[in-house]
């Protein structure tokens, strides 16, 4: 069993910044990828950011030179540095692990708002 706890999420006005954390535990070791994904209230999920064993990263283009996922392995962490933000990354951030096996995990989601 896999288990994501997201942190970090609050109000920001534009252009400021927030790091959200992810702290995994469990049987973390057959985890191949980690991920941020938002969701917006009526919209779909959406990828924003994700890093891979080898430590190669992907952005969605609306955040990409903004945000930057990194991973603590020491800490079993992953984050999301999330800078100049704009209203339009509000949502609700959530953490995302898929397994070796095809399953997903997901954290519980932190809220992020913002707005002047």
């Known amino acids: 069993q896999v288990q994501l706890v997201e942190s970090g999420g609050g109000l920001v006005q534009p252009g400021g910044s927030l790091r959200l954390s992810c702290a995994a535990s469990?049987?973390?070791?057959?985890?191949?990828?980690m991920g941020w994904y938002r969701q917006a209230p009526g919209k779909q999920r959406e990828l924003v950011a994700a890093?891979?064993?080898?430590?190669?990263?992907m952005y969605a283009d609306s955040v990409k030179g903004r945000f930057t996922i990194s991973r603590a392995n020491a800490k079993n962490t992953v984050y999301l540095q999330m800078n100049s933000l704009k209203p339009e990354d509000t949502a609700v951030y959530y953490c995302?692990?898929?397994?070796?096996?095809?399953?997903?995990?997901w954290g519980q989601g932190t809220q992020v708002t913002v707005s002047s």
């Open positions: 890093i891979d064993r080898g430590g190669d990263t």
């Open positions: 469990g049987s973390i070791f057959n985890i191949n990828y």
């Open positions: 995302h692990g898929e397994s070796s096996d095809s399953f997903d995990y």
